[in-house]
């Protein structure tokens, strides 16, 4: 299970985490439990990653400074299920993070920060996205140096975001459990080593940097 092997199960470190509040499904994510939690930590900034769309009113009281970690490149993979379908599509360097500026609208804030995961030979598709988190996370720091900044300086997220408005938004309709025969049974899940193999080709992204990194 890729998932153990790269970040382990230990439950326990939830219970180091003060301020915390736990909910079970989306009704319960969006109820005013939820509003009142977040109303009451009263936070300079706030970080997300596989979440619900976060809607009004809660969307409303979140700080100036609101931050998602997107497990894929916008633009060109938004919505759902998006480290699925660069390896449906046969391009896995287009597997990747995104940490944006959320708006209200579905990742099309202000890109901030992107990864790609260092692929090798016997990487499956769960290699590739568990790999693309950890990516993320090493660069969390210089996400958070960058954010202090923008507080201080009292800088404003960039509205002009014509790059995060391109591309396709993925819906939970658009996949199909059979599409995995594609990965599965066609491809025997090797598609990372096709790839490094040159025995298929795919584009890589002009990735979005902070300046410090």
């Known amino acids: 299970m890729s998932e153990k092997k790269f970040f382990g199960l230990d439950k326990a470190i939830t219970k180091k985490i003060k301020n915390?509040?736990?909910?079970?499904?989306?009704?319960?994510?969006?109820?005013?439990?939820?509003?009142?939690?977040?109303?009451?930590?009263?936070?300079?900034?706030?970080?997300?990653?596989?979440?619900?769309?976060?809607?009004?009113?809660?969307?409303?009281?979140?700080?100036?400074?609101?931050?998602?970690?997107?497990?894929?490149?916008?633009?060109?993979y938004k919505g759902t299920i998006t480290m699925f379908w660069p390896i449906y599509f046969l391009e896995p360097s287009m597997a990747g993070t995104t940490y944006h500026i959320m708006d209200r609208l579905v990742d099309t804030g202000e890109i901030l920060h992107q990864n790609v995961p260092s692929l090798s030979y016997g990487d499956g598709m769960?290699?590739?996205?568990?790999?693309?988190?950890?990516?993320?996370?090493?660069?969390?720091?210089?996400?958070?140096?960058?954010?202090?900044?923008?507080?201080?300086?009292?800088i404003k997220p960039n509205k002009d975001n014509s790059l995060s408005k391109k591309g396709r938004l993925f819906k939970d309709s658009d996949w199909k459990p059979e599409m995995l025969k594609k990965i599965y049974n066609v491809y025997n899940d090797k598609i990372v080593d096709l790839y490094l193999s040159k025995k298929i080709k795919c584009s890589k992204p002009n990735l979005i940097k902070i300046k410090n990194i």
């Open 126 to 154: 769960h290699d590739v996205a568990c790999k693309a988190v950890v990516s993320a996370v090493n660069d969390l720091d210089d996400v958070v140096n960058e954010i202090i900044r923008r507080i201080k300086l009292d």
């Open 20 to 76: 915390k509040i736990f909910v079970n499904n989306v009704e319960e994510f969006r109820s005013k439990k939820v509003f009142d939690f977040v109303k009451s930590v009263n936070a300079e900034s706030c970080f997300t990653s596989g979440i619900p769309i976060i809607k009004d009113p809660i969307f409303s009281i979140l700080p100036k400074n609101k931050i998602n970690l997107h497990l894929g490149l916008i633009p060109h």
